[in-house]
């Protein structure tokens, strides 16, 4: 049942005049029809659109905790805590929320204290320092002990880089270690460091 939109008197569904004021009926139906209509083809875009952001917030929220993860590489936001030069030790200083320093970060490369005499395997001796330290890396990368140190320092040459595995007590040590090291590193071989006086 529809009212009459002139009258308010009842009308039967499809009455194209009201029999009570003669106001037409039809055109309201038609109208109300209608807008049922359009509702109808509306409804498929607004559900389309709620998908879209849905799936757009889960997005969202999935790279924001990736990104603040801490269990990846360095992010951006990450980078604010790098390891910066300290002023007395030379190595990596990290910096607290609070601005406090903390204790420099251990390096993955053995240092050879200035006074200590004793045996090693050498592995590269080069001028270039660059090349040098990659290969220190690697060797101390794949569980060796290794290290670098100025040939200057140590009466081991002018001008050299050397990159060394391992610190021994007797010479036969470094000579096993060194026979041990042959076939990755060709050319390796024991050596005594001493401090240069």
């Given at each position: 049942m529809?009212?009459?939109?002139r009258?308010?008197e009842?009308a039967?569904p ?10 037409r009926m039809?055109l309201?139906?038609?109208d109300e ?6 509702t109808?083809?509306?409804l ?7 998908c879209?952001?849905?799936i ?5 929220g ?9 269990d990846g590489?360095?992010?951006a936001a990450?980078?604010?805590s790098?390891p910066?030069p300290s002023?007395?030790t030379?190595?990596?200083q990290?910096?607290t929320?609070t ?12 240092n050879w204290?200035k006074d200590?005499?004793?045996y ?8 270039d ?17 290794a290290g670098?140190?100025r040939?200057d320092d140590?009466n081991?040459?002018?001008?050299l880089?050397?990159v ?5 007590d007797s010479?036969e040590?470094?000579e096993?270690q ?10 390796a ?7 240069a006086?």
């Open positions: 529809t009212n009459c939109p009258c308010g009842p039967e499809g009455q194209l005049v009201c029999l009570e004021c003669g106001g039809a309201k139906q038609e029809d209608q807008g049922r209509r359009r109808l083809e509306r498929p875009a607004v559900a389309l659109l709620l879209v952001v849905v757009g917030a889960a997005a969202f999935f790279a924001l905790s990736e990104l603040t993860d801490g590489d360095s992010s990450d980078r604010s790098e910066k002023a007395e030379g190595g990596p990290t910096e929320d601005g406090e320093a903390q204790q420099p970060a251990r390096s993955l490369l053995l204290p200590l005499t004793a090693t395997v050498v592995i590269v001796s080069s001028s320092r660059p090349a040098a330290k990659r290969v220190a890396e690697e060797a101390a990368r794949s569980g060796l002990e670098m140190l040939s140590f081991l040459g002018t001008d880089w050397i060394f595995a391992g610190r021994f010479q040590s470094a096993r060194a026979a041990n090291l042959a076939e990755r590193y060709p050319g071989y024991p050596t005594q460091v001493k401090p006086s």
